[in-house]
Structures are given as structure tokens and as C-alpha cells.
């Protein structure tokens, strides 16, 4: 009797891209810097270190590609968050300063990639080139929702606001006991009333 083949399934470029960009995430949140390399990148995307190479320069690359990818997805939950706050500038502006206060943001694997990609920026230049489109585009799109909601000067009470979001956004990281969620929202909502 003949044994019965298992079918091969190849999975696309884009698949593969995405688990090896996931699992670099993953190893960045996990064991920092120092504790992400190729092999436990591709032990935990599930491919051999030569499928690295393969669609990527190298870790490096990699890296870099996974600093994009987590900015890009964080723009999408900032986008979600306003389209979810109805028609209202100020419901809208406060949705999206809001948003990094509840989940996904405010997973705790996220601050251990953020702190790699923050920590590679100062040092990388693509790195900090990223970093320097993700930080003005958010800032940008602060900046049109402030407009909407009356504000004067949105450009410097963009840089504030998203400086205040980010430090809250990072001691609650660090220690949700701090203050929680619901206390950094109230924080932000009553410096837009004092602000805008």
C-alpha cells in the first residue's frame, strides 16, 4: 500500500516577510537588543536563518522593516480610534491622543520593542529616519485634528501633546500601578480643555 504524500504548501513572500517581521518584534519585546539575533529570530518566525538573507539584507534590514511595520500599525489603531469617535473635532482629537492608553498600545511586549527601535534611532540613521517620519507624521495628523477643534498654534501644541502622551504612554509601561489608564486619559482630556 503506498504511503500518502503530505502536500507541500509554499507560503508567499509576503507571508514569510510578515512572520519574520513579527517574530523580530517579538524577540526585541522579549529579550531586548542584545537577545535578538537571526537565529532567534528565525526559531521564532519557524524558518531557517538563510530565508533571513533571502528576503531581507540581513538583521539589520530586518530591523528596520519591523520599526515600520510597528509604526505603520500604530498609525492604523490612531486612525481606527478617530473614525470610531463619530463627527465631533474635539470627541475626534481626544480619541487619538487617547488611543495609546488602551489595548494594543498598551502592551507590555510593546515598550520592549519601542525602547530597541528609540534606542537604535540615536545610533542608526535609517533608524532615526524612521523615527523622524512616524514621530512628524503623527504629530501632523495631531496637528490637522487640532485645527478642526479650534485650536491656534497647532503645530507647537502638537509637539507638547505628543510629548505628554509619551511620557504617560511610558511610566504607565513601566508601572500600570502608577496611575492607570483611566487616570492618563483624564490627564490628557483636561490639558485639551486648558489648551484648546
Request: glycine share 6%; charged share 20%; aromatic share 8%.
Given at each position: 500500500?503506498?504511503?500518502?504524500?503530505?502536500?507541500?504548501?509554499?507560503?508567499?513572500?509576503?507571508?514569510?516577510?510578515?512572520?519574520?517581521?513579527?517574530?523580530?518584534?517579538?524577540?526585541?519585546?522579549?529579550?531586548?537588543?542584545?537577545?535578538t539575533?537571526?537565529?532567534?529570530?528565525?526559531?521564532?518566525?519557524g524558518?531557517?536563518?538563510?530565508?533571513?538573507?533571502?528576503?531581507?539584507?540581513?538583521?539589520?534590514?530586518?530591523?528596520?522593516?519591523?520599526?515600520?511595520?510597528?509604526?505603520d500599525?500604530?498609525?492604523?489603531?490612531?486612525?481606527?480610534?478617530?473614525?470610531?469617535?463619530?463627527?465631533?473635532?474635539?470627541?475626534?482629537?481626544?480619541?487619538?491622543?487617547?488611543?495609546?492608553?488602551?489595548?494594543?498600545?498598551?502592551?507590555?511586549?510593546?515598550?520592549g520593542?519601542?525602547?530597541?527601535?528609540?534606542a537604535?534611532?540615536?545610533?542608526?540613521?535609517?533608524?532615526?529616519?524612521?523615527?523622524?517620519?512616524?514621530?512628524?507624521?503623527?504629530?501632523?495628523?495631531?496637528?490637522?485634528l487640532?485645527?478642526?477643534?479650534?485650536?491656534?498654534?497647532?503645530?507647537?501644541?502638537?509637539?507638547?501633546l505628543?510629548?505628554?502622551?509619551?511620557?504617560?504612554?511610558?511610566?504607565?509601561?513601566?508601572?500600570?500601578?502608577s496611575?492607570?489608564?483611566?487616570?492618563?486619559?483624564?490627564?490628557?482630556?483636561?490639558?485639551?480643555?486648558?489648551?484648546?
Open positions: 500500500m503506498p504511503t500518502a504524500r503530505q502536500a507541500f504548501t509554499r507560503e508567499s513572500a509576503d507571508t514569510r516577510r510578515a512572520a519574520l517581521v513579527e517574530a523580530t518584534a517579538i524577540c526585541l519585546a522579549e529579550e531586548g537588543l542584545a537577545g539575533n537571526v537565529r532567534a529570530i528565525c526559531a521564532k518566525a524558518v531557517s536563518p538563510g530565508l533571513l538573507r533571502h528576503y531581507f539584507g540581513g538583521i539589520d534590514d530586518l530591523v528596520a522593516a519591523t520599526y515600520k511595520a510597528t509604526s500599525r500604530m498609525d492604523a489603531i490612531f486612525a481606527d480610534a478617530v473614525d470610531g469617535a463619530g463627527s465631533d473635532p474635539r470627541a475626534r482629537l481626544t480619541a487619538y491622543l487617547t488611543a495609546s492608553f488602551r489595548p494594543p498600545v498598551t502592551d507590555p511586549e510593546l515598550l520593542a519601542w525602547t530597541a527601535f528609540w537604535l534611532a540615536r545610533s542608526d540613521a535609517r533608524m532615526a529616519a524612521i523615527h523622524a517620519e512616524s514621530y512628524a507624521g503623527y504629530r501632523a495628523r495631531l496637528g490637522e487640532l485645527v478642526a477643534s479650534g485650536a491656534a498654534d497647532a503645530e507647537r501644541l502638537a509637539i507638547m505628543t510629548a505628554m502622551v509619551d511620557g504617560l504612554w511610558l511610566e504607565l509601561s513601566l508601572d500600570a500601578t496611575f492607570g489608564a483611566e487616570a492618563a486619559v483624564q490627564m490628557i482630556e483636561r490639558a485639551v480643555v486648558a489648551l484648546v
